[in-house]
């Protein structure tokens, strides 16, 4: 019979107890002893929770105190030499200092896991021999055998991936390091399979990026090596996020089951197991449960999917499982007692998923007329919310928005630049500054209902008057607001627009303790009412220097939501944005003529597949130009985004035909720089000239250091001085000096160049 199967469940809890007991733990209120108790306890239930649930085949090894990643390279010995490792088991204050920091040596870098937008430590190699310090999945294994009654799947992370996560190597060694890691992975499944542990999965999410022939090829010997003495373990090989990129390749490797991801992949996948069939010997993981997004599956689909693969693989050889971990959806439907009963049946997280598995299992085992009764129970959900007025079609077609500025950037460029007389070198912020503690006391109060509408619009316009006096003490030429009013960029925005819904509860895990809840799409999105004109409008009331409106882009607020799945993705995207040119146009009939759109998650929104990343990018260069572009000449569009990376993307930013670009330069700026040089951005540009996640205060010289050089490459008419994001997290007074020593670095560089001329 069909058995199913989860690959990794939330780590967080049902009420984020994990996050607590972390902090708690960090903040020296619970002891060491305690923070184990309290793990152990979070660890467990999670377990029971999976067993009453009926999961056939239970992951253990999944759960971390931090990242699974950062787990592995532990594990292997791999510590930075700055944390004057001494070998033997990684102590705990070792380890959160190597994620986190401590008095003496930097955190190590963070970065994101694939398309997710989970952050894993990346690991870093400095010549180190790995060595098996302790094996982790054993004692989840034994743990769970002994306390739960579970013959638990011991989960891990593959050498292949895990070296791909890695840095501190060239290309060229890649393969030694390989062949380094293979001993203690090797001694690792070795005691498994000691221990009697029947099936291990390792995870292997790399193999659907678009890797080489001679990569597939080193997997392959890599796979070889490591399962050589292992006749009594069985391996699922589990891939995710993608169909695999090398499917005969891997179907081939030496072990006993292969994991595929039947949602996000599931087109290429599918079409490779019909063509080149799946071998008779092996478990086909049939990632069937969408692991990365909110929404009931719905059975039709399923249904097609599985009576395909059952042609070719018989069912005692599947196991039905979510496509990928569980990690990156919320623990439970049950605590969200607000949502409309109509959105709320369609939605399946962790724990819901889990009990979607049973129930598909059982329904394709069931007589005739019960299928009936389960199918209709299943379709009646979607059909309820097909008919609702939320969904209905619309019929409008983006065409009726331009999407192209009336002039090209040089014409219009000189109507700007008449209109707006800025100064060479003109000084501007991204757009957020101090989010104080008792700012957000405030904000808390007022959505609790103990502050009322006109206490609150006070507090936050005095804050304005404060922030646009404190910048035109510094000197800024460019003003903003300062964001007071907004807790995060793309819920402040969703809660004005139609077709969001916010959850209670619906929490993710984001990097080690820190947890978002990204909104709901469920429906067609719409311009309601002015949604930043207010604070805006009164802002520029205050001052005679332009003052910048600031918008969450479209492809931003896509990428950081969960979204709809009836409807391709650029749809959605397209929606949003003509929501958002109504407000960019509401903005500009009250005199706010310099508008922000922000795109900091432009790029991470990249398939993972290169080849996948040119109709990405085109749907998404034509949602901002959407939102952007049905402007007057006059009317400067800035854009942000916060990354560095840029190289490969570059013609894509280049077709956003934003007036003005910001970026973050200050961590990676002999790289950008070159970038630039190689590419000429023939727009206006502002390299942030210092890096924001520090508390550190740059001095004017250092600004005026890295200003300089910027403009022996830029065109330096075009280019712009800020900080590299948003000043939210940053405290009052290291804002300001900061952005004063900025201020009197463009000052100087301006100087210096009228003099020279
Ligand atoms: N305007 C936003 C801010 O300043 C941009 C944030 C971001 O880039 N992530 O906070
Ligand atoms: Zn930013």
Request: hydrophobic share 40%; net charge negative.
């Amino acid at each position: 019979m069909v058995q199913t199967s989860n690959l990794g469940y939330p780590r967080i809890g049902d009420y984020r107890e994990w996050k607590k007991t972390l902090e708690s733990f960090w903040a020296n209120e619970i002891n060491e002893v305690q923070f184990l108790k309290q793990m152990k306890d979070i660890r467990l239930y999670h377990l029971q929770k999976q067993k009453e649930k009926q999961v056939d085949i239970i992951p253990v090894g999944d759960f971390t105190f931090y990242d699974h990643v950062l787990d592995t390279a532990v594990m292997f010995g791999l510590v930075p030499d700055r944390f004057q490792y001494q070998g033997n088991a990684v102590s705990l204050s070792t380890y959160f200092a190597i994620a986190r920091g401590n008095q003496e040596a930097q955190a190590s870098e963070m970065t994101k896991w694939f398309n997710t937008n989970y952050h894993y430590i990346v690991p870093e190699w400095s010549g180190q021999i790995p060595t098996l310090t302790e094996n982790k999945p054993l004692k989840a294994y034994l743990e769970a055998k002994e306390e739960v009654g579970i013959e638990g799947k011991p989960v891990l992370l593959g050498p292949f991936t895990f070296l791909k996560c890695s840095k501190g190597y060239e290309q060229n060694q890649f393969e030694d390091l390989s062949k380094a890691l293979l001993s203690p992975y090797k001694q690792l499944l070795l005691e498994l399979q000691e221990a009697g542990v029947k099936w291990v999965q390792i995870d292997e999410p790399s193999l659907v990026t678009s890797i080489s022939d001679d990569e597939m090829k080193l997997v392959a010997r890599i796979y070889r090596e490591l399962t050589q003495e292992l006749p009594n373990l069985s391996i699922m090989l589990q891939t995710y996020f993608e169909a695999v990129t090398h499917y005969e390749a891997v179907i081939g490797l030496p072990v006993q089951g292969i994991g595929l991801d039947f949602v996000a992949g599931y087109e290429e996948n599918m079409q490779n197991v019909e063509k080149f069939g799946f071998p008779k010997d092996k478990v086909l993981g049939v990632g069937i449960i969408d692991g990365r997004n909110i929404w009931k599956e719905n059975l039709l689909s399923v249904q097609v999917k599985l009576e395909k693969l059952s042609a070719m693989v018989p069912s005692e050889r599947q196991w039905l499982q979510p496509s990928c971990s569980l990690q990156h959806v919320p623990v439970s439907v049950k605590y969200e007692d607000s949502l409309h009963p109509l959105l709320k049946q369609a939605l399946a997280f962790g724990d819901e998923k889990l009990e979607e598995l049973q129930e598909i299992k059982q329904f394709m085992t069931a007589a005739v007329s019960d299928k009936e009764t389960i199918m209709q129970t299943n379709q009646d959900i979607f059909t309820q919310l097909a008919s609702s007025e939320w969904r209905t079609p619309v019929d409008d077609k983006p065409e009726d928005i331009r999407t192209k500025r009336s002039l090209p950037f040089q014409e219009r460029r000189v109507a700007q630049e008449e209109k707006w007389q800025l100064p060479f070198l003109p000084t501007t912020t991204i757009g957020s500054f101090p989010q104080t503690t008792d700012i957000r006391r405030i904000r808390r109060k007022w959505r609790n209902g103990e502050l009322g509408d006109m206490e609150y619009e006070q507090v936050i316009k005095q804050k304005i008057k404060e922030w646009i006096d404190i910048q035109e003490e510094i000197g800024l030429d460019v003003l903003v607001h300062g964001e007071f009013e907004r807790t995060d960029m793309v819920e402040f925005f969703g809660e004005k627009l139609e077709g969001f819904a916010f959850t209670k509860n619906g929490w993710v895990q984001s990097y080690g303790s820190r947890c978002v809840k990204p909104p709901l799409i469920y429906g067609n999105v719409n311009f309601i009412q002015p949604m930043t004109v207010k604070e805006t409008v009164y802002a520029q009331s205050l001052t005679e220097k332009p003052v910048k409106g600031m918008i969450t882009g479209p492809v931003t607020i896509l990428n950081w939501s969960f979204v709809r799945n009836d409807v391709p993705r650029h749809e959605v995207a397209y929606q949003i944005a003509k929501a958002l040119i109504q407000e960019v146009q509401e903005l500009e009939k009250l005199g706010i003529e310099m508008i922000q759109v922000d795109e900091p998650a432009l790029r991470e929104g990249l398939p993972l597949k290169v080849e996948k990343w040119q109709e990405y990018l085109t749907w998404a260069v034509r949602a901002f130009r959407l939102a952007t572009s049905d402007v007057l000449d006059t009317t400067q569009i800035h854009t942000h985004m916060c990354y560095s990376e840029f190289r490969d993307i570059i013609d894509a930013i280049k077709a956003l035909d934003a007036d003005v670009i910001s970026i973050e330069t200050s961590r990676s700026h002999g790289e950008l720089i070159y970038d630039f040089e190689q590419n000429i951005y023939d727009k206006g540009i502002g390299l942030g000239v210092y890096d924001i996640h520090s508390p550190r205060v740059p001095s004017e010289e250092e600004m005026r250091k890295v200003i300089q050089r910027a403009l022996s490459v830029l065109p330096n008419d075009l280019f712009w001085v800020n900080p590299d994001c948003g000043l939210k997290t940053r405290r009052e007074e290291e804002t300001i000096l900061a952005l004063k020593n900025m201020v009197q670095a463009a000052k100087q560089v301006r100087k210096a160049q009228t003099v020279s001329n």
